[in-house]
Protein backbone atom coordinates (compact mmCIF):
# COMPACT_ATOMS: atom_id res chain seq x y z
CA UNK A 1 0.00 0.00 0.00
CA UNK A 2 0.73 3.25 -0.83
CA UNK A 3 1.87 5.03 2.71
CA UNK A 4 -0.90 7.83 1.74
CA UNK A 5 -3.01 5.47 2.25
CA UNK A 6 -2.09 4.91 5.83
CA UNK A 7 -1.61 8.84 6.81
CA UNK A 8 -5.78 9.32 5.05
CA UNK A 9 -6.96 5.96 6.68
CA UNK A 10 -5.59 6.54 10.01
CA UNK A 11 -6.22 9.40 10.75
CA UNK A 12 -10.14 8.79 9.77
CA UNK A 13 -9.78 5.77 12.52
CA UNK A 14 -8.74 8.47 14.95
CA UNK A 15 -11.75 10.56 14.06
CA UNK A 16 -13.85 7.77 14.17
CA UNK A 17 -12.74 6.53 17.77
CA UNK A 18 -12.80 9.83 18.85
CA UNK A 19 -16.68 10.87 17.72
CA UNK A 20 -18.14 7.62 19.04
CA UNK A 21 -16.34 8.03 22.78
CA UNK A 22 -17.79 11.23 22.46
CA UNK A 23 -21.24 10.63 20.84
CA UNK A 24 -22.59 7.26 19.50
CA UNK A 25 -20.87 4.94 17.55
CA UNK A 26 -23.08 4.92 14.92
CA UNK A 27 -22.00 8.79 14.02
CA UNK A 28 -18.80 6.97 13.79
CA UNK A 29 -19.48 5.06 11.28
CA UNK A 30 -18.92 7.55 8.35
CA UNK A 31 -15.17 7.76 8.88
CA UNK A 32 -14.87 4.26 8.72
CA UNK A 33 -16.68 3.70 5.61
CA UNK A 34 -13.69 6.53 4.27
CA UNK A 35 -11.05 4.82 6.06
CA UNK A 36 -11.77 2.15 4.28
CA UNK A 37 -12.03 3.24 1.01
CA UNK A 38 -8.73 5.35 1.34
CA UNK A 39 -6.86 2.06 2.22
CA UNK A 40 -8.33 0.75 -0.93
CA UNK A 41 -8.14 3.00 -3.10
CA UNK A 42 -4.22 3.29 -1.97
CA UNK A 43 -3.63 0.18 -2.62
CA UNK A 44 -0.32 -0.93 -4.12
CA UNK A 45 -0.44 -5.02 -5.84
CA UNK A 46 2.94 -6.32 -6.93
CA UNK A 47 2.59 -6.88 -10.69
CA UNK A 48 4.85 -9.48 -12.77
CA UNK A 49 6.89 -7.53 -15.68
CA UNK A 50 7.76 -8.81 -18.77
CA UNK A 51 11.26 -9.03 -19.90
CA UNK A 52 10.37 -9.50 -24.04
CA UNK A 53 12.94 -6.99 -25.81
CA UNK A 54 11.86 -3.95 -26.75
CA UNK A 55 8.46 -4.02 -24.92
CA UNK A 56 6.74 -1.02 -23.62
CA UNK A 57 4.84 -1.65 -20.84
CA UNK A 58 1.55 0.57 -19.30
CA UNK A 59 2.75 3.56 -17.18
CA UNK A 60 -0.88 2.90 -15.35
CA UNK A 61 -4.23 0.94 -14.19
CA UNK A 62 -6.86 2.12 -16.41
CA UNK A 63 -9.04 2.18 -19.69
CA UNK A 64 -7.27 3.15 -23.20
CA UNK A 65 -8.75 6.20 -24.23
CA UNK A 66 -7.23 7.30 -27.13
CA UNK A 67 -4.47 5.54 -29.83
CA UNK A 68 -3.02 8.46 -31.84
CA UNK A 69 -0.52 9.90 -33.96
CA UNK A 70 0.42 13.62 -32.61
CA UNK A 71 3.14 16.31 -32.95
CA UNK A 72 5.16 17.05 -30.10
CA UNK A 73 6.46 20.56 -29.09
CA UNK A 74 9.85 19.82 -31.14
CA UNK A 75 7.95 18.95 -34.16
CA UNK A 76 8.58 15.24 -34.01
CA UNK A 77 6.18 12.73 -34.89
CA UNK A 78 4.70 10.50 -32.02
CA UNK A 79 1.90 7.97 -31.20
CA UNK A 80 0.06 9.00 -28.02
CA UNK A 81 -1.46 6.17 -26.39
CA UNK A 82 -4.01 7.83 -23.46
CA UNK A 83 -4.98 6.25 -20.63
CA UNK A 84 -8.05 7.00 -18.06
CA UNK A 85 -7.76 6.21 -14.43
CA UNK A 86 -11.10 6.75 -12.87
CA UNK A 87 -11.46 6.76 -8.94
CA UNK A 88 -11.70 2.69 -8.52
CA UNK A 89 -8.50 2.26 -10.21
CA UNK A 90 -4.93 1.51 -8.88
CA UNK A 91 -3.21 4.88 -9.57
CA UNK A 92 0.72 4.32 -8.68
CA UNK A 93 2.12 5.38 -11.46
CA UNK A 94 5.70 2.92 -13.44
CA UNK A 95 8.07 3.33 -15.66
CA UNK A 96 7.31 2.19 -19.54
CA UNK A 97 11.22 1.13 -20.00
CA UNK A 98 14.39 0.05 -18.94
CA UNK A 99 16.43 3.55 -18.54
CA UNK A 100 17.78 6.54 -17.36
CA UNK A 101 15.29 9.20 -16.34
CA UNK A 102 16.56 12.70 -18.89
CA UNK A 103 14.44 15.05 -17.82
CA UNK A 104 10.87 15.89 -15.70
CA UNK A 105 9.23 19.03 -16.49
CA UNK A 106 6.34 20.20 -14.63
CA UNK A 107 3.22 22.01 -16.15
CA UNK A 108 1.28 24.08 -13.39
CA UNK A 109 -2.55 23.94 -15.40
CA UNK A 110 -6.17 23.54 -15.31
CA UNK A 111 -8.16 20.80 -13.84
CA UNK A 112 -10.16 19.38 -16.92
CA UNK A 113 -11.71 16.18 -16.50
CA UNK A 114 -9.30 13.54 -17.93
CA UNK A 115 -11.41 12.56 -20.55
CA UNK A 116 -11.22 16.01 -21.98
CA UNK A 117 -9.18 16.05 -25.19
CA UNK A 118 -7.90 19.49 -24.42
CA UNK A 119 -6.62 18.20 -21.21
CA UNK A 120 -3.57 17.24 -22.67
CA UNK A 121 -1.94 19.91 -23.21
CA UNK A 122 -3.93 22.35 -20.32
CA UNK A 123 -3.95 20.40 -17.33
CA UNK A 124 -1.42 20.24 -14.27
CA UNK A 125 0.91 17.79 -15.44
CA UNK A 126 4.61 15.97 -15.21
CA UNK A 127 5.83 15.59 -18.21
CA UNK A 128 8.73 12.58 -17.61
CA UNK A 129 11.47 11.31 -20.65
CA UNK A 130 13.22 8.01 -20.12
CA UNK A 131 15.85 6.51 -22.25
CA UNK A 132 16.65 3.04 -22.70
CA UNK A 133 17.53 0.62 -25.09
CA UNK A 134 18.32 2.58 -27.75
CA UNK A 135 14.76 4.22 -27.79
CA UNK A 136 13.35 7.56 -25.86
CA UNK A 137 9.64 7.20 -24.66
CA UNK A 138 7.66 10.24 -22.73
CA UNK A 139 5.01 9.82 -20.36
CA UNK A 140 2.86 12.13 -18.83
CA UNK A 141 1.21 12.45 -15.25
CA UNK A 142 -1.59 14.39 -15.92
CA UNK A 143 -4.85 15.83 -13.50
CA UNK A 144 -8.11 15.69 -13.73
CA UNK A 145 -11.22 17.19 -12.85
CA UNK A 146 -10.61 15.58 -9.09
CA UNK A 147 -6.97 14.76 -9.07
CA UNK A 148 -5.20 17.58 -7.10
CA UNK A 149 -1.85 16.13 -6.45
CA UNK A 150 0.60 14.43 -8.72
CA UNK A 151 3.35 12.51 -7.06
CA UNK A 152 6.79 11.45 -8.82
CA UNK A 153 9.64 9.93 -6.73
CA UNK A 154 12.58 9.91 -8.78
CA UNK A 155 15.04 12.80 -10.34
CA UNK A 156 16.68 13.53 -13.48
CA UNK A 157 19.62 11.00 -13.40
CA UNK A 158 18.10 8.22 -11.85
CA UNK A 159 18.05 4.51 -13.03
CA UNK A 160 14.64 2.42 -13.45
CA UNK A 161 13.56 -0.61 -14.51
CA UNK A 162 10.81 -1.32 -16.64
CA UNK A 163 7.48 -1.31 -14.44
CA UNK A 164 9.23 0.22 -11.58
CA UNK A 165 7.27 2.32 -9.13
CA UNK A 166 7.66 5.69 -10.05
CA UNK A 167 5.17 7.96 -8.58
CA UNK A 168 1.35 8.05 -8.58
CA UNK A 169 -1.82 10.47 -9.21
CA UNK A 170 -4.51 10.82 -6.92
CA UNK A 171 -7.79 10.48 -7.69
CA UNK A 172 -9.11 10.66 -11.01
CA UNK A 173 -6.30 11.46 -13.91
CA UNK A 174 -4.80 10.34 -17.41
CA UNK A 175 -1.75 9.11 -17.78
CA UNK A 176 -0.33 9.65 -21.77
CA UNK A 177 2.33 7.95 -23.12
CA UNK A 178 4.29 9.35 -26.04
CA UNK A 179 6.25 6.65 -28.57
CA UNK A 180 7.87 6.74 -31.54
CA UNK A 181 5.84 5.88 -34.97
CA UNK A 182 7.56 3.32 -35.29
CA UNK A 183 6.14 1.47 -32.48
CA UNK A 184 3.87 -1.81 -32.85
CA UNK A 185 1.17 -1.03 -30.60
CA UNK A 186 -0.50 -3.88 -28.83
CA UNK A 187 -3.70 -1.91 -27.54
CA UNK A 188 -6.80 0.09 -29.08
CA UNK A 189 -9.63 2.40 -27.79
CA UNK A 190 -11.24 0.85 -25.17
CA UNK A 191 -8.52 -1.92 -23.61
CA UNK A 192 -8.37 -2.17 -19.95
CA UNK A 193 -4.58 -2.17 -19.31
CA UNK A 194 -2.61 -2.61 -15.77
CA UNK A 195 0.38 -0.54 -14.79
CA UNK A 196 3.35 -2.29 -15.28
CA UNK A 197 1.89 -5.59 -16.33
CA UNK A 198 0.42 -4.95 -19.84
CA UNK A 199 2.49 -4.46 -22.76
CA UNK A 200 1.44 -1.61 -24.80
CA UNK A 201 3.56 -1.55 -27.70
CA UNK A 202 7.13 -2.91 -29.05
CA UNK A 203 10.09 -0.78 -30.42
CA UNK A 204 13.01 -2.09 -31.95
CA UNK A 205 16.08 -0.88 -30.68
CA UNK A 206 17.77 1.52 -32.98
CA UNK A 207 21.49 0.68 -34.06
CA UNK A 208 24.64 2.23 -33.16
CA UNK A 209 25.00 4.02 -36.42
CA UNK A 210 21.46 5.10 -36.03
CA UNK A 211 21.61 6.69 -32.94
CA UNK A 212 25.29 8.13 -33.79
CA UNK A 213 24.12 9.66 -36.44
CA UNK A 214 20.82 11.15 -34.92
CA UNK A 215 23.54 12.31 -32.28
CA UNK A 216 21.23 10.49 -29.81
CA UNK A 217 23.46 8.30 -27.28
CA UNK A 218 23.63 9.77 -23.99
CA UNK A 219 26.53 8.11 -21.60
CA UNK A 220 24.51 4.98 -19.86
CA UNK A 221 21.44 5.60 -21.65
CA UNK A 222 21.72 1.79 -22.67
Not at 98 to 106: L, Q, S
Not at 158 to 167: A, L, N, P, S
Not at 172 to 200: E, H, N, Y
Request: charge should be positive.
Amino acid sequence: MVRDGYYYGGFLLLAAVLIGWLTNAWWALPCVLLAAFFLWFFRDPERTVTDAPGAIVSAADGKVTDVSPVTGSGGEKRTRISIFLNVFDVHVNRSPIAGIITDVRYQRGKYLNAMNETCADLNEQNIVTVEGEGQTVVFKQIAGLLARRIVFTKNIGDTVGRGERVGLIKFGSRTDILLDPSAQVQVKKGDRVKGGATVLAYLQPKSNTQLIGAGSIREGGR
